[in-house]
T-cell receptor, first 112, second 112 residues
Framework: DQQVKQNSPSLSVQEGRISILNCDYT??????FLWYKKYPAEGPTFLIS?????DKNEDGRFTVFLNKSAKHLSLHIVPSQPGDSAVYFC???????????FGSGTRLLVRP | DTGVSQDPRHKITKRGQNVTFRCDPI?????LYWYRQTLGQGPEFLTY????????KSRLLSDRFSAERPKGSFSTLEIQRTEQGDSAMYLC??????????FGPGTRLTVL
């Protein structure tokens, strides 16, 4: 039972354009959502998060949108840069352990 | 800020051998998490500690796996009688009791 789903395994965008990565979840108890970026042979690096009491959070080129009614969140990267090429994981938590439930990731390629 | 460190970075072992991994969290982080990641998947939660107490274990953590955090600082994860299915990246993360977890570089285990 996959509680967090990233249905697009890969995405390719041109440098300077917007990258939009999507994530769906099924557990209505989730109240905190995070995006991590991962390069090969490294651990995930925290990018941005959002609480369920908000619908948008912005940090520089990265913006996360949360649609609770649709159980959907997205990460927007504007403008995309070649250094953004990596695998992006969506994660969610919703209990006192704060353990993270991850999606399967989306590989982003930003073409120069 | 030295970040989360893990040792070793790579471990190759023969089936049936025991292995032990170490994680040093960010200093003063009271929560420490272990995750496992296999190819093409997101990290999966294994167990977590609050200070020295192990508070939750996933059903993924069979009785061949044991984790400790004896003084509430570093943690070890031991796998006894390794099997080929144990081959994965083992990730450690720490947090200061908030939802944001910071990951180490991981230990890549290969069981021959």
């Amino acid at each position: 039972d996959q509680q967090v789903k990233q249905n697009s395994p890969s995405l390719s965008v041109q440098e300077g354009r917007i990258s939009i990565l999507n994530c769906d979840y099924t557990n209505s108890m989730f109240d905190y959502f995070l995006w991590y970026k991962k390069y090969p042979a490294e651990g995930p690096t925290f990018l941005i998060s959002i609480s369920s009491i908000k619908d948008k959070n912005e940090d520089g080129r990265f913006t996360v949108f949360l649609n609770k009614s649709a159980k959907h969140l997205s990460l927007h990267i504007v403008p995309s840069q070649p250094g953004d090429s990596a695998v992006y994981f969506c994660a969610a938590s919703g209990d006192s352990s704060y353990k993270l439930i991850f999606g399967s990731g989306t590989r982003l390629l930003v073409r120069p | 800020d030295t970040g989360v460190s893990q040792d070793p970075r790579h471990k190759i072992t023969k089936r049936g051998q025991n292995v032990t991994f170490r994680c040093d969290p960010i200093s003063e982080h009271n929560r420490l998490y272990w995750y496992r990641q296999t190819l093409g998947q997101g990290p999966e939660f294994l167990t977590y500690f609050q200070n020295e107490a192990q508070l939750e274990k996933s059903r993924l953590l069979s009785d061949r796996f044991s984790a400790e955090r004896p003084k509430g600082s570093f943690s070890t994860l031991e796998i006894q009688r390794t099997e080929q299915g144990d081959s994965a990246m083992y990730l450690c993360a720490s947090s200061a009791g908030t939802d944001t977890q910071y990951f180490g570089p991981g230990t890549r285990l290969t069981v021959l």
